[in-house]
């Protein structure tokens, strides 16, 4: 049984080529997967906090950082960045929300000239003419619980592994998901909670949430990996990549719902554009 629950996965760690690959052995110790993860793993779960400026306003976005140049984020937030004559300022999540002055600039940003773009679906990498490289990375990587089998049928995915950072209102910290409070809901709800959001909902997003709190109770923003294993193979099957949106409803106190996007769709597509960074399974 140990065999059919090992968690193999080729994404995004050091690896002799050049590229960025991960192996990462299923272990009943969260602190040791944590471990293996976070020696390997250089890019992504680095949050940002984006900000772009279109006909004098000022939008902020969230996204991830997969490379020092490239980033993921949606394609709504990707549009507004192609609109602002192609400039995008990469900063501290903290500092900019502590700061209700947009114009705030602090050691954490790093503004740069968005070179390149693609466009999949819901998602969209952006390429940056320098390094996103700030003085503070202050995120914190966590690893979650295994899902059991029952949590598996009810979600109705074979089972995650979660890796991913947040933050509460005073400082950042770690914390697990537990994934068995995750509850699938309908498409119907989910619209309806993210009615304010620009999302698309298709087949590729599935909506999710802990009942009656956010999905990391005390966070309100953030961005989350999910590596996906189907119970009959070895090798991972199907990743999951989960971009957390999030809104100032979390920070309320109100109820919100998580959207996942599966990244196999997007495999090939990120391993193009990252030149090669990406190997698919």
């Not at 293996?36 to 400026?53: D, T």
């Not at 294993?229 to 957390?244: F, G, S």
């Not at 719902?257 to 599966?262: A, G, H, L």
Request: net charge positive; glycine share 6%.
């Amino acid at each position: 049984m140990r065999a059919i629950f090992a968690v193999f996965c080729l994404l995004l760690g050091l690896f002799a080529n050049g590229t960025y690959s991960l192996v990462l052995d299923y272990d009943e110790n969260d602190n040791r997967v944590f471990e293996r993860v976070h020696q390997g793993y250089p890019f992504l779960n680095y949050y940002v906090f984006i900000e772009s400026k279109v006909n004098n306003t000022v939008l902020f976005c969230e996204g991830v950082r997969l490379t020092e140049r490239h980033l993921v984020t949606t394609t709504p937030c990707a549009q507004n960045y192609l609109k602002s004559s192609k400039t995008v300022a990469i900063t501290n999540h903290r500092d900019r929300r502590a700061q209700k002055d947009s114009n705030y600039k602090s050691a954490d940003e790093v503004v740069t000239k968005v070179v390149g773009a693609k466009i999949n679906g819901n998602l969209a990498i952006l390429r940056v003419d320098q390094p996103m490289i700030l003085e503070r990375w202050t995120h914190k990587v966590f690893v979650s619980k295994q899902f059991r089998s029952s949590d598996v049928k009810e979600f109705g995915h074979s089972g995650f592994f979660a890796l991913g950072h947040g933050f509460s209102e005073n400082f950042f910290e770690p914390n697990l998901i537990k994934m068995a409070d995750l509850k699938r809901v309908s498409s119907k709800t989910c619209r309806r909670e993210w009615k304010h959001s620009h999302l698309h909902f298709t087949d590729d997003l599935v909506c999710a949430r802990v009942p009656g709190q956010t999905l990391t109770d005390g966070f309100h923003g953030g961005a989350m990996s999910y590596f996906g294993y189907a119970p009959d193979t070895e090798l991972i099957a199907n990743y999951v990549y989960a971009l957390r949106i999030a809104q100032d409803t979390s920070y309320k106190g109100q109820k919100t719902s998580e959207v996942f996007v599966k990244l196999a769709p997007y495999c090939e597509f990120l391993k193009e554009e990252t030149e090669g960074l990406f190997t698919c399974v």
